[in-house]
């Protein structure tokens, strides 16, 4: 699942350091439409859907992790 | 009536709480000189900054490609800049933005795409509620294009930089100032 968010965020983003640790604001300095843009790339990659009321819950990638594991969605 | 004053740090600059207590203090007239004490910062459980110590200030902050912009006024004010950059537009449009937002941009081939997202930041930037807050419950688009005010706010559109996009909103904007950060 790492290995494909750090793909997901390097289509959209062009950022590379990315590991289980990093957060989308502080440490990658995304902004919302940046966010947005990632939430668009993961639910057409995994065909699914977050709730926009979710995502803004994902502050880091090892949230994302546990997020999709939580719901069965495998990478 | 709000006048506002954005200041504008990029590409390099100081971290964001840094760059938003040295605009305060150039807005605010204030000195750092004694370590700024009244410009602390805090923020409000959806991001907001604010400074307890001067309750009437008013700031918004935003972040895109290569700057940092503080938005400075006496009233409440949003900001919002977004670099024009490649991404899945129309499923953004169709995701996250009103219906109504939707069918204008579709039938205009996402050309506003980026002044309908600042526009819209700056709306729930201004009111505190957030983008989780109900970002597609309100429409800044009718049929013909973006509107001038929605929900009692008054948006404006600033010239920033040729690539970017840069909206503020207060109820009432009477002036909008652009400065470099000190």
């Keep these: 699942m790492l290995e494909t968010i750090r793909k997901i965020i390097f289509e959209v983003t062009g950022k590379t350091e990315v590991t289980f640790d990093t957060d989308f604001v502080r440490d990658l300095e995304l902004n919302s439409f940046d966010v947005m843009n990632i939430v668009c790339a993961f639910e057409e990659y995994f065909d699914t859907t977050i709730p926009t009321r979710d995502v803004w819950q994902l502050h880091q990638v ?5 997020y999709a594991r939580q719901r069965g969605i495998e990478g | 009536m709000a006048e506002v004053t954005i200041y504008w740090y990029g590409p390099r600059r100081p971290d964001s709480n ?3 207590v040295r605009c305060a203090a150039a807005f605010w007239g204030g000195s750092l000189a004694d370590g700024g004490d009244c410009f602390e910062v805090e923020r409000e459980a959806r991001g907001k900054p604010f400074f307890p110590l001067l309750p009437q200030l008013h700031c918004s902050v935003t972040h895109s490609g290569d700057y940092w912009l503080g938005a400075f006024s006496r009233e409440p004010v949003g900001i919002d800049l977004q670099i024009h950059k490649p991404g899945r537009l129309a499923a953004l449009s169709r995701r996250f933005f009103h219906p109504e937002e939707d069918r204008y941009l579709e039938k205009a081939g996402y050309e506003d795409f980026y002044r309908v997202w600042a526009a819209k930041e700056s709306v ?5 509620e957030g983008i989780d807050g109900g970002f597609s419950h309100f429409s800044v688009a009718g049929p013909e294009g973006i509107l001038p005010a929605v929900r009692g706010l008054q948006l404006q559109f600033v010239p920033f930089r040729g690539d970017y996009t840069l909206c503020v909103c207060a109820e009432k904007i009477s002036s909008v100032t ?3 950060g000190e």
Excluded: A, F, H, M
């Design chain 2, 124 to 128: 729930v930037k201004c009111t505190g």
């Design chain 2, 18 to 20: 840094q760059c938003l």
């Design chain 2, 178 to 180: 652009v400065l470099p």
């Design chain 1, 62 to 66: 090892r949230d994302v992790i546990e």
